[in-house]
């Protein structure tokens, strides 16, 4: 951009610099020439001028906070700037302008291991703050069913020896939970659930609540958020790693399982979608995490774990099976982002105007 790098101008915008006329055409012309993102932003030839002055006055608001947050937690090869820019600013104007009136909304974000969605959360929350709104992040962990519960779901069920698959919830809590949320009453104290998961030696247990009043927004998140249970049929071909009899049998029951979580996602007044260009990933991620750990003289899991570790959670969930119809068929999910290798962004759409 005029020989200089987007980075670089966002940068002086950042600072409250003018830019030149020139630089400004040429912001609204790449705000344009990503169609997709575009009308998933609503931006439009007629209002990408005004859309974007809005959002470089958001930018020079809360650049300092989300510096000072970047910095002490992400890589410094993270584009940060460049995300903060396309995606987190004009997506927290996005959640303002389809805000309810008349009660908090609920955003649902689904997002797998390594997909950022934590990140995501606590972004959104301090750029909303900027505009005036109290938001909450909420995840679908801390609904986690108790240590002691899960252990005679396990006494069950000894298939379910990892919390996370449906059917290790409290779902009751959960609904208790997101309606009162829902339908607040003016300055009373809403308790939301906490789970710890270092308790019991990692097995994790709920702790004591958070308690919040006036919430105008609640970020609701979890691996699989908004996923609606699939014709069992699917599972009589062989889909790796569900191949053995045993397998199918699990995923089955998990697929029944998730009918009891419908009334859950029903709460939601959206969803969005974190989306990696290819579902391996994530067991790529969980690798380099773990490899990490033990660099730095923590115990972490071997490959060979991990890959029997989330080759389980595939086993119940298959992100081929169950979160491609979110991202492919419209009216499932409102925005789908797409999550690259590196971590960085691709391609932002709204759900169903592409296939995968």
């Known amino acids: 951009m005029s020989n200089r790098p987007l980075a670089e101008w966002l940068a002086r915008l950042a600072a409250g610099e003018p830019l030149p006329l020139a630089v400004w055409r040429q912001l609204e012309a790449l705000a344009l020439q990503d169609t997709s993102r575009a009308i998933a ?18 930018l020079q608001s809360v650049y300092p906070t989300i510096e000072h947050f970047c910095q002490d937690h992400l890589t410094a090869s993270v584009p940060w700037l460049d995300t903060l820019w396309t995606l987190w600013l004009p997506l927290a104007l996005w959640l303002a302008q389809h805000q309810t009136h008349d009660r908090p909304r609920i955003q649902g974000i689904l997002g797998g291991q390594g997909t950022g969605k934590t990140t995501l959360g606590i972004i959104l929350t301090l750029i909303l703050q900027t505009l005036g709104y109290k938001a909450l992040s909420f995840s679908l962990d801390d609904l986690y069913k108790t240590y002691r519960d899960r252990l005679r779901l396990q006494d069950e069920d000894p298939r379910l020896r990892w919390r996370g698959p449906p059917g290790t919830h409290d779902l009751d809590l959960g609904l208790q939970t997101l309606d ?3 339908q607040p009453t003016a300055d009373k104290s809403i308790a939301i659930p906490r789970f710890d998961k270092a308790l019991h030696n990692g097995m994790g247990d709920r702790t004591e609540p958070k308690l919040v009043a006036n919430v105008d927004l609640v970020l609701f998140e979890g691996w699989f958020v908004g996923v609606r249970p699939i014709n069992p049929t699917v599972f009589d071909a062989a889909i790796a790693p569900i191949v053995t009899a045993a397998d199918r049998t699990f995923a089955r029951d998990i697929n029944a399982k998730l009918h009891d979580y419908l009334p859950l996602w029903e709460r939601l007044d959206s969803l969005i979608v974190l989306h990696p260009v290819d579902y391996r990933l994530s067991q790529q991620w969980r690798k380099q995490a773990e490899q990490q750990m033990r660099a ?11 890959d ?3 080759e389980y959670f595939w086993k119940a969930l298959h992100p081929e099976l169950f979160i491609k119809p979110l991202v492919t068929h419209p009216g499932y999910a409102d925005l789908v982002i797409e999550i690259q290798s590196d971590h960085t962004v691709g391609a932002v759409y709204r759900g169903g105007d592409r296939d995968c």
């Open 41 to 58: 932003f609503g931006i439009t030839p007629a209002t990408v001028s005004r859309d974007l002055r809005e959002r470089s006055r958001l």
């Open 180 to 182: 009162w949320l829902r």
């Open 308 to 310: 029997t570790f989330v």
């Open 296 to 306: 730095t003289g923590q115990s972490g899991m071997s490959d060979a774990e991990i």
